[in-house]
């Protein structure tokens, strides 16, 4: 076994020093697999391996039915940004005005969003999903009025259960319970493992709405340093460990830097939380979203011990007003399923129907592959206008999927202050300091890809590159 992960690592390695020697330049295609098996010598595993390995890092990218190709991003020239150094002793001040002031904008189309992490109109299926409304109605003989069971529709739990195929069976529908969306999922999770007072620890810079309810439930968030490329700090989540009495990460295409944790890592932060008894809440509703081969594991995979509580929806890749997700919350699931009694008694049974019906039939599986395409598309273009309009000294996040892009500009840029400036254009972006419950990020911002690219999103984006760059020359 050391043998042969030896051997795709050399393979990768001989290939990896190709690229940046410019033997193998951008748009260059690889020998298809069985080509390098030849070539190499070795079984077609070990060359799926090395490939896999490449694509992990970005220097190569599969397109469907045509192969392996050399990426844009093995060219890049771009730094990425910077690891923070957080002071947990500086003042709190959370920024509620400024996430008001961004999600104000919802409903507002004369605004290019590139603020909130919803995918465009033109993503979205909404001729099927009307059908699948009718169709629902048309099949109930209560026409959607009646309750149906505070854990969820048993059809909808089992038509997860069998799509998850990233669990390799691993859930059935009766580990599942659905829930209004994957904010309800978190909310109920941080309710079910903690009580007032109680530390959670949680990436930094961190999803905002995360940072939110842990504020709101009376908990306090411990930020902890994260790599743009893999993810969380381990060592220094192991220092603090003994103090707390949860975990809160999105470990697949984080928002907002949009890295991917790596396998390894992944099973070591599971093996650390089941030492301490310390249960994880991985939101996970962006992990259909990537831009390699395959499917990335969530860490719910290496949970033997029912400590990881694993949230998913569709409110990020199919129909986000439905409010339909769901969470497989292991050794707590009673308490889950008695908390959203109290709560909500249950979800909208059409809905349920509608999205039961998508995930059966294929619709879905299909719908994501399209939609997967039109993001990564999007990325590069962002990835390019970003490079071409923003000053040269800006930091570029490398997502491995999901729809943010994270950018680090100089140190002398206040995005906050930069904000009305922006939206006076009708510009919308998140600015770096909601994504933290501390003084940080100040120069940083979140941009959203997924939407829809023409002419106006590329000229926003050069006056958005105008805006930053006249603020310090």
């Known amino acids: 076994m050391k043998n042969r992960e030896t051997l795709y690592l050399k393979i990768a390695k001989i290939i990896e020093d190709q690229i940046h020697n410019e033997i193998l330049v951008l748009g260059s295609k690889l020998p298809s697999v069985r080509s390098a098996q030849k070539l190499y010598n070795v079984s077609l595993n070990t ?14 990218e599969s397109r469907p039915k045509t192969g392996y190709y050399v990426s844009k991003s093995s060219q890049r020239t771009t730094a ?10 500086e003042t709190e001040n959370t920024p509620e005005e400024l996430i008001d002031k961004v999600f104000s904008t919802i409903n507002r189309s004369d605004v290019t969003q590139f603020a909130l992490g919803l995918p465009g109109k033109n993503f979205l299926p909404v001729a099927k999903l009307n059908k699948g409304i009718i169709n629902a109605v048309r099949n109930r003989d209560d026409a959607g009025t009646a309750y149906e069971p505070v854990q969820g529709s048993e059809e909808l739990r089992r038509a997860i259960a069998k799509w998850a195929l990233v669990m390799e069976g691993k859930i059935t529908e009766d580990d599942l319970v659905i829930t209004s969306g994957a904010m309800h999922a978190m909310y109920n999770a941080l309710m079910a493992v903690t009580s007032p007072g109680d530390s959670v620890a949680v990436e930094s810079p961190a999803y905002f709405g995360i940072l939110q309810a842990i504020k709101v439930l009376g908990l306090k968030a411990v930020e902890i340093p994260t790599h743009p490329l893999y993810g969380l700090d381990l060592d220094a989540l192991k220092k603090v460990l003994p103090e707390i009495k949860a975990c809160c990460f999105i470990t697949n295409f984080n928002n907002p830097m949009g890295f991917q944790m790596p ?8 093996k650390l939380i089941t030492e301490y008894n310390v249960p994880l809440i991985e939101d996970d509703l962006y992990g259909n979203l990537y831009f390699g081969s395959e499917r990335p594991k ?3 995979f290496y949970d033997e011990a029912g400590l990881v509580l694993w949230i998913g929806s569709v409110s ?3 129909a986000p007003g439905y409010r339909v997700g769901w969470i497989a919350p292991g050794k707590f699931k009673d308490k889950i399923i008695r908390q959203k009694l109290v709560q909500t008694v249950c979800n909208s049974s059409l809905y349920s129907d509608v999205i039961a019906d998508f995930l059966e039939h294929g619709r879905y599986d299909h719908h994501l592959r399209t939609f997967r395409n039109k993001l990564y598309a999007n990325y590069l273009q962002i990835n390019r206008a970003v490079e071409s309009y923003f000053p040269d000294n800006t930091k570029i996040a490398q997502p491995k999927g999901g729809f943010m892009l994270w950018l680090e500009l100089d140190e002398r840029i206040s995005t ?23 003084n940080q990020y100040h ?10 690219w023409n002419d106006r999103v590329d000229s926003d984006l050069e ?5 930053i760059k006249n603020s310090i020359y």
Not at 420 to 432: D, E, M, R, V, Y
């Open 47 to 60: 060359i799926k391996q090395a490939y896999l390995e490449l694509e992990s890092r970005s220097l190569i």
């Open 80 to 89: 990425l940004p910077t690891i923070a150094s957080i002071d947990n002793h």
């Open 263 to 270: 396998d390894e890592n992944k099973k070591e932060l599971v």
């Open 298 to 300: 969530p860490c719910k």
């Open 316 to 318: 990020k890749t199919l």
């Open 416 to 438: 906050t202050e930069l904000y009305n400036t922006a939206l006076a254009q009708k510009i919308n972006f998140a600015p770096g300091r909601i994504f933290s419950q501390y």
């Open 443 to 452: 120069n940083c911002m979140r941009l959203t890809y997924a939407l829809e």
């Open 463 to 467: 006056k958005l590159g105008r805006i």
